[in-house]
């Protein structure tokens, strides 16, 4: 006999390698016994764990493979989930948005050698951009294996008659009694198990209700008139019970020690049922025969709260899930629009103001993106409070990595939408500009492009000169990375064609960051980004280069003339002070040794010509080295990581991989 407990660490190491039971082919309960027992036997023999069965067919008509136990190729192209709500064809709603809603449309791909007109702005994108479910790609090398740690979980109320008793099959039942088979499974599957403690107990019950749960999904899918009056209690209900419970602490650090681009995710330990339970109601909404007004009696207010408490969940998975689920129910219930975006500004501010830390804002942030999307014009007041009272103090949080792209998907679309908006965004943008977090600051300009994409001419000769002045330090700072974007804004041809027709006002700001840096900056790479900026702007208009070249001279002249009239000041005081016959008494210590700064004296004829020559051979090359489109990652180290969180979340399929699945096998 094996020893118990070496017998649960394998059996709980497998389940984790190859998703538990969910990925598993239909088992008798004792096949299923006695496959455990001979993994546990070949593990005490010294053969090793056990490894997943990798060439397993396809459950018949299940449509649900098993998890693949690779790890997947970087090479491969993260699947893009889109977050467009299907039309509502009754009623209006009193929030002020476009009933009519997109309908899901492909992701554009991006061209890498697509740029902007002087004349047209850059077209934005039709959908808010996907939550990756990985913070962290492990790029290759000797892979470090994080200590294993153990699967959370939920706490569940566990059921305390946990026996199952296994239905016959819906398909092969007659037509007349397949509502009240569907009702019995429905109300079976309201039974929990216990995924965490005991792993191994009421395995033979397990499998009933995951294959029950899958056979429901299969039905509700390819079936016709199933979604009857009575299934829309039983169905909330099994949902509700299942999934409305109370997360588990975080057993990530809190406040500055938390790092959500680094600290690994912890996973649902009864993800297998979970999931199945998820895909069940998604089907269940989209299916034909689901009709709001009857549903609108179970799906509520009080539903919709448990729902959005459930977005603070640590599995990427699940939130994935939500996120779908959420924006179903935006398009399909229009009453509850109002209330969504309210309780989901509730979790905004208390993220702000309050606890700076939720799991889901990037999902909230992608579903809002939709939604503003759909605003009806001109936008309400309550629309506007939310972009300068919610949105933008959104920039300040720690976190910001997190949720960024989402986040200036989201200002951009009401940019879009009014564009009188944009100076009071761009205002909001320089008062939260961070002054010490480089790669945040990084950020900030990434969406401020974006932004500058957009803008129409008359707005932005109202931001100019506080937003240059904030560039032309951008462009002085010591952080290459940051100085690096500041500088590629040079490439955009329609920010160009802004700057040329206000150069008058942009060259004197922006002149002498870029000739002081030219110099003085420690980075190679940026002397070049200067000269191209420097030779655009020459090209520009040569006279007031020039000008601006002459004022910056006169500048540094009187800075010397005042920084010799301070020194002779000083030292009048400190003769005065020696006649003074105490001054033996209070002899004031050694003069410290001069300071020397990096930057240059006052430029003369000779170094003006030597810049333009300079200019010309330098931005010429530059040009040739530079990369369009470029994309400024954050450089982070690689850290230790959980090969089975990577797994388990590579092998995830999207929710709207299942819908599209399903709506191809019609």
Not at 172 to 192: A, G, M
Not at 289 to 313: C, E, G, H, M, R
Not at 469 to 484: G, I, N, Y
Request: proline letters at 8%; glycine letters at 4%; charged letters at 30%.
């Amino acid at each position: 006999m094996t020893n118990p407990r070496r017998r649960r660490l394998v059996v709980r190491q497998f389940c984790r390698s190859s998703g538990q039971l969910e990925a598993q082919a239909p088992l008798d309960p004792g096949a299923a016994r006695r496959r455990w027992r001979r993994d546990a036997e070949r593990a005490e023999c010294g053969r090793g764990k056990p490894e997943p069965e990798r060439g397993r067919r396809r459950r018949a008509g299940s449509g649900r493979a098993e998890m693949p136990y690779k790890l997947k190729k970087e090479k491969e192209p993260p699947k893009v989930a889109k977050c467009t709500a299907k039309p509502s064809s009754s009623g209006k709603d009193g929030g002020g948005e476009n009933t009519e809603e997109a309908q899901p449309q492909p992701q554009p791909q991006p061209q890498a050698q697509s740029q902007p007109t002087s004349s047209n702005k850059r077209p934005s994108n039709s959908t808010p951009p996907p939550t990756q479910l990985s913070k962290i790609k492990y790029s290759g090398g000797p892979q470090i294996v994080k200590k294993e740690r153990r699967q959370s979980s939920s706490r569940f109320n566990l059921s305390k008659n946990r026996e199952l008793q296994k239905l016959p099959a819906l398909k092969d039942s007659p037509t007349q009694e397949r509502e009240e088979l569907f009702i019995q499974k429905l109300r079976q599957c309201c039974v929990l198990f216990d995924f965490v403690s005991d792993p191994l107990s009421d395995l033979k019950f397990k499998e009933v209700k995951r294959a029950g749960l899958n056979e429901m999904v299969e039905y509700i899918t390819h079936s016709r008139d199933v979604v009857t009056e009575a299934i829309y209690p039983e169905a909330v209900t099994m949902f509700s019970v299942n999934l409305f419970r109370t997360l588990p602490p975080s057993s990530n650090p809190t406040g500055a020690e938390f790092d959500p681009e680094e600290d690994e995710p912890t996973l649902e330990a009864a993800w297998p049922h979970l999931q199945l339970v998820y895909e069940f109601f998604l089907r269940f909404l989209e299916s034909p025969d689901f009709q709001p007004n009857i549903a609108k009696k179970y799906i509520d207010q009080k539903f919709v709260l448990a729902l959005l408490d459930l977005f603070d969940s640590e599995d990427p998975r699940e939130r994935d899930f939500l996120k779908t689920i959420l924006h179903r129910i935006y398009g399909k219930f229009l009453g509850l629009r109002a209330y969504i975006r309210r309780q989901i500004n509730h979790i905004f501010y208390r993220f702000i103001y309050e606890t700076e830390h939720h799991n889901g804002i990037a999902e909230l942030l992608e579903i809002l993106g939709s939604i503003i999307n759909g605003f009806a014009l001109p936008l309400k007041e309550e629309h506007k409070m939310f972009l300068i009272r919610v949105l933008l103090p959104l920039h300040k949080v720690k976190s910001l990595s997190v949720y960024h792209p989402q986040l200036a998907y989201c200002v951009v679309q009401f940019l879009e939408k009014e564009s009188s908006l944009t100076e009071p965004v761009i205002v909001g943008l320089l008062k939260f500009w961070p002054k010490t977090h480089s790669p945040k600051e990084v950020m900030f300009l990434n969406e401020l492009e974006e932004i500058l994409d957009v803008i129409e001419p008359s707005e932005f000769s109202k931001v100019m000169e506080p937003l240059f002045r904030q560039l032309a330090k951008c462009v002085s700072s010591p952080h290459f990375q940051v100085a690096e974007r500041a500088l590629y804004y040079w490439n955009n041809e329609y920010i160009m064609s802004l700057i040329s027709d206000n150069a008058a006002r942009v060259l004197p700001i922006m002149f002498p960051a870029l000739y002081r840096n030219s110099k003085s900056h420690w980075n190679k790479t940026i002397h070049g980004l200067i000269y191209n900026a420097l030779k655009l702007f020459m090209e520009m208009n040569q006279k007031l280069f020039d000008d601006c070249t002459q004022q910056y001279k006169a500048e540094k002249q009187k800075g010397r003339f005042r920084m010799k009239e301070r020194e002779e000041m000083w030292q009048k005081i400190e003769e005065l002070a020696r006649l003074n016959p105490q001054y033996p008494m209070f002899r004031a210590p050694p003069p410290l040794p001069p300071v020397y700064s990096m930057e240059t004296e006052t430029p003369t004829a000779e170094d003006i010509q030597l810049l333009k020559r300079t200019v010309e051979t330098e931005a010429v090359q530059m040009l040739k080295d530079i990369k369009k489109e470029k994309v400024l990652l954050r450089r982070k180290s690689e850290l230790p990581q959980d090969v089975y969180t990577i797994k388990a979340l590579e092998a995830h399929k999207r929710a709207e991989e299942f819908l599209t699945a399903s709506q191809e096998a019609l």
